[in-house]
C-alpha cells in the first residue's frame, strides 16, 4: 500500500477521537476551482436553514459560530487533526460538516473516515495531474472521494436515514465520470443547454440563468426562484449553484437558501477588491492554475471592457510541483492580460528566477516582450508595486496564485510571513499619500 503510514495515521485517528464523522452529515466537495468558496456558500446555505455547521477549507476553520483563518498552508490537515477537529464540531452540537477535499489530502488518506454523505463535484482542469501520474489517476484519485460514499452504511441521525448523494457540474465532461458511481440520488447543475449528455445520468438538473453579473456580484434564476451573490464571476456563479443543489437536497427552501447565499460577502483571496481610493481596480485572487487564470481574465475583462488594460502578477509554486503547468498558464496570462508581472509565489527549494522564466517563456510565446508589456520581479513586493504603478484610470490589477495564504514558503521550508491583501493596500496608500 503507497503512503502505509498515512494511512495507520489515519486509521488510528479515526478511532482515537471516536470516529466522529458517525454524528455528522458530511458534505465533501472536490474539484480543480472554486471549492473554497463552493464550501463556504455550502455552509452559510445550511446555517440560513437552521443548522449548525462546522467547515474544514483552504480558506478558514469554523465550529460552529467560532470561525478563524486557516494558516497551515494545506486544504485538508494531516496527523490526525481533520478528526481532532471533527470530534469539537461533534462536541459543539453541529450537525453538518462541509470539507474541502483535496487530491493530495486523498492520496495521503486524509479523506479516511470521514464517512461522506454528500459528494460535490466542481470542475477539473490538469492542475495537480504531474503528482498523480497523470490526467487519468488524478481524476481516479479524486474519484475515491464518491467511491466512499457507498464504502460506509447509512447514518441513522434523529431517527432519519441520510441519503447518499452525488451532485456534479455536468457542464464540465468529467462530471460523467462522477456520475457513474453508486449513490441515492445523483443531481447535475449548470448554466449551459439541459440538452447536455450528462444529464442522463441526474434524476434531477439544477439549471442556473445569469440575470445580471458585475463587479459587485451576480443575480440568477433557478426554477424561477431568483438567487443573488455578492462576489464576482460567473465561475462564482457555478459555485452557487453547487450550494443551491447542496440546500434543495436538505430541504432548505429557497428563501433559506437565498439568505444564505446573499450574507457573504467576501471570501479572503477570491475575487478580493482591495480599495484604497485608487481610480483602478485591484483585485486578489487564489487563481494559481490554467483554468482559474482563464476564468478569472475573462471575468475581469467582462468587467472593464477593452477601453482599459489588464495589468497581472502571476507565479507558480515551487518545489517541483506542476512544473509543466507554468508556460501553459504564462501563455493564458499574455494572451488574456494587458502587461504580465511574473514573480515568486512558493519557491520552496527551487530558484524562483527559473520559475518565473518556465512562465515568462509561455508569455512570450503569446506576443508579451521583455520590458515592454512583461516583467520578472520575483520579489513579490516589488512585482505587486511595480503591476499597481502600471494602472491607470479604469484598468484592473489581478494579484494572483496566493490569495489568503498567509507565508511566503522559502529553501529550506523557511516562511516568511505575508499578506497580498495588505500589501497591496500598503503600496496603494503610498502613491495616494
Not at 71 to 90: A, S
Not at 129 to 146: A, I, T
Not at 185 to 212: A, C, D, H, R, S
Request: aromatic share 8%; glycine share 10%.
Amino acid at each position: 500500500m503507497k503512503n502505509l503510514k498515512h494511512y495507520l495515521i489515519a486509521l488510528f485517528a479515526y478511532y482515537w477521537y471516536g470516529r466522529p464523522a458517525r454524528n455528522l452529515i458530511v458534505v465533501g466537495v472536490t474539484g480543480t476551482k472554486g471549492k473554497s468558496t463552493t464550501c463556504r456558500l455550502i455552509a452559510s446555505i445550511l446555517e440560513a436553514g437552521g443548522f449548525k455547521v462546522g467547515l474544514l477549507s483552504t480558506v478558514e476553520f469554523q465550529i460552529g459560530e467560532k470561525r478563524w483563518i486557516n494558516d497551515k498552508k494545506m486544504t485538508m490537515l494531516g496527523l490526525g487533526q481533520i478528526q481532532k477537529m471533527l470530534r469539537e464540531m461533534v462536541q459543539a452540537g453541529c450537525q453538518y460538516v462541509v470539507v474541502e477535499t483535496s487530491s493530495e489530502g486523498i492520496l495521503q488518506y486524509r479523506h479516511f473516515g470521514l464517512w461522506y454523505d454528500v459528494a460535490v463535484f466542481t470542475n477539473l482542469g490538469t492542475e495537480h495531474s504531474e503528482r498523480h501520474g497523470g490526467f487519468e489517476n488524478l481524476r481516479q484519485d479524486k474519484g475515491k472521494l464518491f467511491s466512499a460514499l457507498t464504502k460506509y452504511p447509512h447514518k441513522i441521525l434523529n431517527g432519519k436515514k441520510i441519503e447518499k448523494i452525488i451532485i456534479a457540474n455536468t457542464d464540465d465532461e468529467n462530471s460523467k465520470y462522477f456520475l457513474n458511481f453508486q449513490a441515492d440520488k445523483k443531481i447535475g447543475y449548470g448554466l449551459e443547454t439541459t440538452e447536455n449528455l450528462q444529464i442522463n445520468q441526474t434524476q434531477k438538473f439544477v439549471q442556473g440563468k445569469i440575470e445580471n453579473s458585475n463587479e459587485s456580484g451576480s443575480s440568477f434564476v433557478v426554477n424561477n426562484n431568483h438567487y443573488k451573490i455578492n462576489i464576482a464571476g460567473t465561475f462564482n456563479v457555478y459555485n452557487a449553484l453547487a450550494a443551491v443543489a447542496v440546500g434543495e437536497t436538505q430541504n432548505i427552501s429557497a428563501e433559506k437558501i437565498s439568505v444564505g447565499l446573499a450574507s457573504v460577502n467576501k471570501i479572503l483571496g477570491r475575487m478580493e477588491f482591495i480599495n484604497a481610493g485608487q481610480d483602478f481596480k485591484v483585485v486578489v485572487d487564489y487563481a494559481h492554475e490554467p483554468l482559474s487564470l482563464t476564468a478569472l481574465f475573462n471575468t475581469l475583462r467582462n468587467i472593464i471592457g477593452l477601453d482599459h488594460k489588464l495589468i497581472t502578477v502571476i507565479g507558480s509554486d515551487g518545489g517541483g510541483r506542476d512544473v509543466k503547468k507554468r508556460p501553459k498558464m504564462g501563455a493564458i496570462a499574455g494572451q488574456l492580460a494587458d502587461y504580465v508581472v511574473v514573480t515568486d509565489v512558493n519557491c520552496f527549494d527551487e530558484d524562483p528566477k527559473q520559475i518565473a522564466e518556465m512562465l515568462a517563456s509561455g508569455a512570450r510565446e503569446s506576443g508579451k516582450k521583455d520590458g515592454q508589456n512583461l516583467f520578472i520581479e520575483t520579489d513579490r513586493r516589488a512585482a505587486i508595486k511595480l503591476a499597481i504603478s502600471l494602472a491607470k484610470s479604469g484598468d484592473v490589477v489581478a494579484i494572483t496564485a496566493k490569495g489568503s495564504e498567509p507565508c511566503i514558503v522559502i529553501a529550506n521550508g523557511q516562511k516568511i510571513p505575508w499578506s497580498d491583501s495588505a500589501v497591496a493596500k500598503e503600496e496603494l496608500e503610498l502613491i495616494n499619500n
